[in-house]
Structure formats: structure tokens, C-alpha cells
């Protein structure tokens, strides 16, 4: 049972263009909702994460925007530029659940010239 | 700080083979996680430990096995390993009651 369902699986955005992934979930126990970035030959990383009581949050080029009663949750890349060429994976999380990650299964972002 | 770090970054083995992968923190992680990636999958959670002495059944936890003898280390043991356990492995760990884990760098597993 896939519990955080991610799309689309891949997507091609033009340098400066904006780059969108969306994310739904189904437990509504999840209280913290990350997104982790992944490079060839790495380990991912996390990028951005948000908690269920704001709608939006912003780092930079990278908003989270989050949904509550449609239990949906998107991460926006502005300004997308070469170096943002990677996979991108929702995740969420219960608290009191050792801090387990549900994951989705990964947008691979390609930004061309 | 070395961070997580995972030995080794390659390994092909030949079905029925065993062999254990090291995970290894700098970071005083109290949680600590093994995922499995593969195509199209994401990352599914393993085994998973909440201290030294502790472990626990992840989401795909048949044909591993794991043990957390020091705070600083956990290790995943395949008995007999399996085609279908082809994929990349990553460690990952957390502070206690923080939800950000820590990934490491991954290792490659090819069972023939």
C-alpha cells in the first residue's frame, strides 16, 4: 500500500521556468512533510520540509505548498536553473513513529539550456 | 565530521552468497535506518534502530538482518542473497525526536 503517492515521474523545465511536484498522502497521522533531493551517485539530501499547521513555506528558490483537507502537498522550484537537475522525493512522517519516512517514488527533474 | 558513512560503495555477489553492510555515524544518532532504492520504488524502509540494542522490522525486512552493537554503527546482513535483492542501499540516521535523517552515500548491490 503506497501510502505518499508522487507525480509526474519525470519532467523536463526550460533554465528559469518553474518546476512543480506534486505529492498526495493518505494517513492523516503525518505531521511533517519533507522534500529530499537526490544527485547521481548520492545519497539524498533534504531540501525543504513543512509541518501541517502553515499552508506555504519558502527557502529561497523552493516553496512548499501544502493542502491540508485535499491531504496534498507540492514542491515549486522557481527560476529553474542546470544545476537543479536531479530527483526530487516527497516523504512524510508520524511523530512518535522514530521519526520513519514514507516515501514517495521520486520525480526526476531534468533542466535544459 | 565524516557524517554517514556506508562500506562498501560496490558489491556484486552470486545467489546464495552472504555479506554485511556497514553503516557508520559521526553525528550521535540515536535513530538510525536502512532503505533499499529501486526504480521507480523510492526508498523503502528496511530495518530501522532507536538505540544501541534495539532494532526493528521496516517495511520490506524479509531476507535481512541487522544489528546495532554500538550507537555508532549498524550493520545490515543478507544471509543468502537473491537476485531480487539487487539495489542500492542507503543508511540513513536521526537525532532522536528530530525528524531529519542523515543519508550516506549509498552502496550498489548486484546479485547474480
Known amino acids: 500500500q503506497q501510502q505518499v503517492k508522487q507525480s509526474p515521474q519525470s519532467l523536463i523545465v526550460q533554465k528559469g521556468g518553474i518546476s512543480i511536484i506534486n505529492c498526495a498522502y493518505e494517513n492523516t497521522a503525518f505531521d511533517y512533510f519533507p522534500w529530499y533531493q537526490q544527485f547521481p551517485g548520492k545519497g539524498p539530501a533534504l531540501l525543504i520540509a513543512?509541518?501541517?499547521?502553515?499552508s506555504e513555506k519558502k527557502e529561497g528558490r523552493f516553496t512548499i505548498s501544502f493542502n491540508k483537507s485535499a491531504k496534498q502537498f507540492s514542491l515549486h522550484i522557481m527560476d529553474s536553473q542546470p544545476g537543479d537537475s536531479a530527483t526530487y522525493f516527497c516523504?512524510?512522517?508520524?511523530?512518535?513513529?522514530?521519526?520513519?519516512?514514507?516515501f514517495g517514488t521520486g520525480t526526476r527533474l531534468q533542466v535544459t539550456l | 565530521n565524516a557524517g554517514v558513512t556506508q562500506t562498501p560503495k560496490f558489491r556484486v555477489l552470486k545467489t546464495g552468497q552472504s555479506m554485511t553492510l556497514l553503516c557508520a555515524q559521526d553525528m550521535n544518532h540515536e535513530y538510525m535506518y536502512w532503505y533499499r532504492q529501486d526504480p521507480g520504488m523510492g526508498l523503502r524502509l528496511i530495518h530501522y534502530s532507536v538505540g544501541e540494542g534495539t532494532t526493528a522490522k521496516g517495511e520490506v525486512p524479509d531476507g535481512y538482518n541487522v544489528s546495532r552493537l554500538k550507537k555508532q554503527n549498524f550493520l545490515l546482513g543478507l544471509e543468502s542473497a537473491a537476485p531480487s535483492q539487487t539495489s542500492v542501499y542507503f543508511c540513513?540516521?536521526?537525532?532522536?525526536?528530530?525528524?531529519?535523517?542523515?543519508f550516506g552515500p549509498g552502496t550498489r548491490l548486484t546479485v547474480t
Open positions: 516523504a512524510a512522517s508520524e511523530w512518535g513513529t522514530a521519526s520513519k519516512l514514507t
Open positions: 540513513a540516521g536521526a537525532i532522536a525526536d528530530s525528524y531529519e535523517q542523515y
Open positions: 513543512i509541518r501541517p499547521d502553515v
